[in-house]
């Protein structure tokens, strides 16, 4: 078994409640093993011999299922965790000021100059393959 991770977009508080407790026996009908959430925000991680893409489409289709919405899934792994923190090129000393977000695939044509119209002042970011990292020293939501 490989400890994985599935990141489920657009779940969590007002957006699109998720209930826990429902979610994690879905997951577990789908035989993922030792499924745990991180405090209702559609982050989940569990235990499976299928490969990411494979889990990635399975998860999907439960929540569609089951709960009657779309959350496009990306699954990881511990290594892509890891390698997405030793790429990291801001520095680390205020974690709460750095986010990172997974993408399902390589971008095929970000327009990071139009992003970079948007930034305020003493934001960064990079695409750093499919690691999207954004450095907000001033808070998320500003």
């Known amino acids: 078994m490989t400890t994985r991770i599935v990141l489920l977009r657009g779940i969590g508080g007002n957006v699109r409640p998720l209930p826990v407790k429902e979610a994690v ?67 680390e000393d205020q974690p709460s000021k750095l986010h990172f977000f997974f993408l399902k695939r390589p971008a095929e044509a970000p327009r990071l100059d139009e ?11 990079e695409l750093r393959e499919q690691v999207f990292y954004l450095y907000a020293p001033h808070g998320f939501g500003t």
């Open 25 to 91: 026996a879905a997951l577990e009908e789908l035989g993922l093993r030792h499924v745990r959430s991180y405090i209702g925000t559609g982050n989940f991680v569990f235990e499976s011999r299928k490969r990411p893409a494979t889990l990635a489409r399975e998860i999907e289709a439960c929540i569609e299922a089951r709960f009657g919405f779309g959350a496009p899934a990306v699954v990881l792994g511990v290594p892509d965790l890891e390698r997405a923190l030793e790429q990291n090129p801001f520095p």
């Open 115 to 125: 992003m970079g119209r948007l930034e305020a002042s003493g934001e960064a970011f």
